[in-house]
């Protein structure tokens, strides 16, 4: 959704995702990108945040069918998941790859993993606003939620200034 500043992008979006929210079993994940902010995946910071309280909320049994296989790498990534009931019980893998981009990766693997579970049993929607003031490090948490194949069901709601998106997105749509 592109619009100059103050045309209403934001409001028209919370409108639409109240009315699917109020219709259905909807999970929607929101996340704000801000110029003064300097987080790594600032894109996707505000999402994971969202995520955490959401699996706060669930029981144990439910939690643990969520937890994916790279839990490890994606709290290393994401740190608030770490606040998570009960993963402190279960340990740690010995799996630590000593690359950065590795752990970065297995933590989008991770992610991508733990919403295609979540999306079984509910409408996920994903919604990033002020996309313009992303970093290039949130692009490849994008792709690995995208990608083919097997790529979980969820509907990607992105919102920035009229031609202000980052290259990533203007890419996509060429």
Known sequence: VEGEPGSGKSALVRRFLSEVAAGEDALV???RCHPEESVPYKALDGVVDELSRFLMSEGSPRLLSYLPRHMDALRR????LGRLPGLAALGTSDERPAAPR???RRAFQGLRDMIGRISDHRTVIIWVDDLQ???P???PGFRALLEPPDSPRLLLVLSSRTGAAPD???SERD
């Open 29 to 31: 994940l929101r996340g």
């Open 77 to 80: 990534v994401f740190p608030v």
């Open 102 to 104: 590795d752990v970065r």
């Open 133 to 135: 003031w992303a970093g």
């Open 137 to 139: 490090d949130s692009e």
């Open 168 to 170: 990533f997105v203007a």
